[in-house]
């Protein structure tokens, strides 16, 4: 006999009818209690995948890898050019670009808020054209020109070719003292990086514009890199460092978001702890179902081993009807995971507030990668809940069961 008959003999005890309708009940639930397992594992990494890679995707769009600025505040980066050329030298920076930035109040027609301004020389600005929602890049060349993040003009009720004041507090010097410097700057385009911080309080000028406008001189308060492997993201910032001197220090991006990336990163361990727990419950409802099956099949297992049938062929008999089982509810798991994922996605189902999560709806990206590892654990814990049903077959005497036949 081969591995085929333990497989064929599985098939027919599985798609026999049964003289106790209710093991047939259980096989059921330990079919639904796999997929239902398989199913919440699948939809639950992607959304965490999918938040990971937002954040990253929309943040690291519109935002530097690692940058290089004061310890401590003074008179800013005077020999700013000279430094960039240096990082730009460094292994696996792609791109070093000088930053100035200051607060501002932008007054507009509905009401005036605080917002972040940034300065950056317009041949580095080309970043920003992925996230160009109206409106053109090229128009910074003109004096006195700016760009908005989209909440922040819809705030303040900004729109494209209008004109917005911004009040410096660094103000200029008059003969009486002090005062604060206004100006008036025309809305040549508005971003949406998708990130809500960044479009909620940023402003985009030329550096040129920026100087002139805090009153710094030629000099800037960051020098911004992008990197080619973000995960040599510490690395490269700790080079920058010393390429800085003992004046600057380098933050990265990791640094920068470890809260919420190491939140995320909790949220997935835990989700994965607690789903596994169905399967665990599966795996015992496959264990209850191979059990009674056993018993009811006493008789049967007497005559097999009586025709010649080896004990270990009886064991992988209710080992393959335990694994096909469990292939049977991984695969509708699969199917029913990755299908509600990819609609779910595509169709934006669950709606989110910008102002608390940064995004509009719940993202699910689920991987190809994650499919193995479920599969391995979910046929792990199936193989696992079939060895004692299996034992216990292998040890039935066939002279003690067909006595009283």
Do not use: C
Not at 80 to 105: D, H, M, N
Not at 175 to 194: D, I, K, M, T
Not at 287 to 306: G, H, N, Y
């Amino acid at each position: 006999m081969t591995r085929a008959f333990e497989v064929f003999v599985a098939a027919r005890y599985l798609r026999a009818k049964r003289r106790q309708a209710f093991i047939s009940v259980i096989t059921v639930i330990s079919v639904l209690g796999v997929a239902a397992g398989v199913m919440a594992l699948v939809i639950a990494i992607a959304v965490n995948n999918g938040f990971r890679n937002s954040l990253e995707r929309n943040l690291l769009g519109a935002t530097p890898h690692v940058v290089l600025l004061e310890k401590a505040p003074s008179g800013g980066i005077e020999e700013w050019r000279a430094l960039a050329e240096r990082l730009e030298g460094l292994e696996g920076v792609e791109q070093a670009s000088p930053a100035l930035y200051g607060k501002v109040l932008l007054s507009g027609p509905l009401q005036s808020s605080e917002s972040t301004l940034k300065g950056v020389p317009l041949e580095r600005m080309g970043m920003m054209k992925g996230f160009l929602r109206e409106g053109s890049i090229e128009a910074l060349k003109e004096p006195r020109t700016i760009l908005l993040g989209t909440q922040l003009a819809r705030r303040t009720g900004m729109l494209l070719n209008s004109w917005v004041t911004l009040v410096s507090p660094q103000g200029e010097m008059t003969p009486f003292g002090p005062r604060a410097l206004q100006v008036r700057y025309r809305v040549v385009g508005l971003f949406e990086s998708g990130f809500y911080d960044l479009d909620n309080h940023f402003a985009f000028v030329s550096l040129d514009a920026a100087q002139a406008l805090f009153q710094t001189g030629d000099v800037v308060n960051a020098l911004e890199m992008r990197i080619k492997d973000l995960r040599s993201a510490p690395a490269i910032a700790a080079e920058a460092e010393k390429v800085g001197g003992e004046a600057l220090g380098a933050t990265h991006w990791m640094e920068q978001n470890r809260q919420m990336l190491g939140a995320l990163e909790l949220e997935k361990r835990v989700s994965v702890i607690t789903i596994s727990l169905i399967q665990l419950i599966a795996a015992l409802n496959i264990l209850t179902a191979l059990v009674m099956s056993v018993m009811e099949k006493k008789r049967d297992i007497a005559v097999l081993v009586s025709m010649g049938a080896r004990r270990a062929q009886i064991a992988r008999i209710f080992i393959a009807q335990g694994l096909m089982i469990g292939v049977t509810g991984l695969v509708l798991g699969l199917a029913l995971g990755y299908g509600l994922s990819f609609m779910a996605d595509a169709q934006q189902w669950i709606a989110l507030d910008e102002e608390v999560y940064s995004m509009s709806y719940v993202p699910f990206e689920p991987r190809a990668w994650d499919a193995l590892w479920i599969t391995a654990m979910a046929l792990g814990v199936s193989f696992l809940a079939t060895l004692y049903p299996a034992r216990a077959a292998a040890r039935i005497l066939p002279v003690e069961t067909l006595r009283y036949e």
